[in-house]
């Protein structure tokens, strides 16, 4: 029984001894059959433990996909993709999303036809051409191109002719021909035709959404990957010409160095807590747009491209030939569509899209600032606020004339706004948000009522900036995955369980954390419970056995630890250039009116508040405050690696008194 055998065999030997047992009932074959059934099923844990391990290393950075195979395991059928019917043919899914921008772009024809831009608008589309150029695309060098390939991810396009893991491996060889390929389009402007071909794949919005209906699916595109490589070499040099001269729009924190989700929501609930502090409501609008990235007009954005952001000569060629002569097909069951020629919009799931994309949306900030009124984008998603006294109404309702310049901007330059998915709030202290109770905003030809909740940015925002659902929502889908987690323990070592707990549990925990500061301990106590389930889980722990050793022993930090982690570490990022610029003036250093011992400390401003409730909880104000109670030697860490250990060193210490 020692010698290796096929599960096949072993099968075969577990049958064979229970039949001798059954006719026989020899103690001799009863003690062969049992002994052949604990080999059986240790080879068949061995086995599954193997793949399971498997699948965690390969798919560890796409949790989409980990999710996936974890839930078809468990047979869990929520988190399975939605088979796409057979009744949806490949040139169904085309036919559908052709016609749906065309019919957009007529919806928006029409618009244009009954409605002007107005003259403010006017002035802002006509603004001079910027003193900055950008003529030609540096030829890159064999490292450069080499560091670009061996960063991407190994995503394989059914247009590659060699899969991308393959192509890795073979890199050394075929590096000088790929390099004269990428050269040779940066230099004369020129994109091949072979780089401008998309597959679409059809991909569910949401996986509760019935697959049967094709207004549930989204276009992805996959492109080949030399094409991306080649996108990814001009999308470096476009970045840092534009951060090199200042281009971005400020409030813009889609597909930028430093910037994402988190520090867009704490710009934002920063600004909301404080107005919050001082008694005054905020009306906060977010605005939806019907598949931006697809309606989007080739001549405007060139325009855009050349007059606003400096791009010319040899550059603006290369991107004509980029927006010209596409085509793409839909590939469904392994059958293709027809091609369509691509007319508008920019690829999803492309490099350059989501950038060119930001670039298109650029004279929209001054349009907003004309009113006077706040805003925040991320990529397409555009967030309005304004903070009156709730005894001045004229000034929340110019949240009104706002929007009507934003959807006549938008219609102008082939956006549609998306009335159905237009939300509003009304967010401040409970007893102004009262006196309007009855608030009714025209919104663009659209009336709309202040709801409770919202979901901005996959954070569910809630009037009072309590975060009561967010934190319940969070909860009730951590222990969703800690169940599936649960049921496959035995099979996975304690290696590959950490990584599975890390991807679906620590990372919904740490998502936008810093918001929660000041949060009610109830509220903090629902994630520190999930925390602790994903230890035990974790560890084979038993219920009734103490945690804070177990969470010692895996140097996880509580949960209100790693808030303060995650402000301290924006902070340290904002003080050094690591941040957005917003972040950064919301902190400044102390200066004292006098000569002290404090001079030159590297404190920080703390500002004054009226409640501790609402400017509390402020990031500019809690920043501040947690920072100037760090130890001189973390303070002044001259990196971010050296930073983040020893905060986490100091702040391990505060959690378990070690």
Known sequence: MSLRMSKCTLKQLVRNFERKWRSTKLEVFHSAWKDSIVEYRREINKARSEYLASQIEINKNNPRVLFSVISKLTKNQAGTDPQIPAIHTSNAFMDYFDNKIENIRDKIQQINSTSC???????????????????????????ELEKIISSSNCTTCTL????????????????????????????????????????????????????SVLSNYRPISNLPFISKILEKAVAQQLGSYLQRNQIYEKFQSGFRPHHSTE?????????LLLAADQGCVSLLVLLDLSAAFDTID?????????????????????????????FQFVRVNNIPSNYTKVRYGVPQGSILGPLLFTLYMLPLGKVIRKHNVNFHCYADDTQLFISAKPDDKQRIKKMEDCIKDVKSWMSHNFLLLNSD???????????????????????????????????????????????????????????????????????????????LVHAFITSRLDYCNALLSGCSSSNLNKLQLVQNAAARVLTKTRKFDHISPVLSALHWLPVKFRIDYKIL?????????????????????????????????????????????????????????????LPDNVRDSDTVSIFKSRLKTYLFSLAFGS
């Open 421 to 499: 998915k237009t939300e509003v709030l009304l967010l401040g202290p409970k007893a102004a948000r009262n006196k309007l109770s009855h608030l009714m905003l025209n919104l663009a030809d659209f009336s709309v009522t202040p709801g409770s909740t919202a979901k901005n940015l996959g954070v569910i925002i809630d009037s009072d900036l309590a975060f009561d659902k967010h934190i319940s929502n969070v909860t009730k889908t951590a222990f969703l995955h800690l169940r599936n987690i649960a049921k496959l323990r035995n099979a996975l070592s304690l290696h590959d369980a950490e990584k």
């Open 160 to 211: 590659d002719a060699v899969p991308t893991k393959l192509l890795k491996q073979v890199l050394p060889d075929i590096i000088k021909p790929l390099l004269t390929i990428v050269n040779s389009s940066l230099n004369l402007g020129y994109v091949p035709k072979a780089f401008k071909l998309a597959v679409i794949k059809p991909l569910i919005k949401k996986p509760n959404l019935d697959p």
């Open 569 to 629: 570490l924006l902070t340290y990022k904002a003080l050094h250039g690591l941040a957005p610029e917003y972040l950064r003036d919301l902190i400044s250093y102390y200066e004292p009116p006098r000569l002290l011992r404090s001079q030159g400390a590297g404190f920080l401003v703390v500002p004054k508040i009226q409640r501790s409730s609402a400017g509390g909880r402020a990031f500019s104000y809690k920043a501040p405050q947690l920072w100037n109670n």
């Open 263 to 271: 520090t867009a929501l704490v710009k934002i609930t920063n600004d």
């Open 117 to 143: 831009l107005s003259s403010g608008v006017a002035d802002i589309e006509q603004n001079p051409a910027t003193e900055v150029r950008l003529e030609v695309f540096n030829p890159l060098h064999h490292l």
């Open 298 to 326: 080739h001549n405007i954005l060139l325009e855009r491209l050349e007059k606003m952001v400096g791009i010319t000569g040899t550059a603006l060629s290369w991107f004509k030939s980029y927006l010209t002569d596409r």
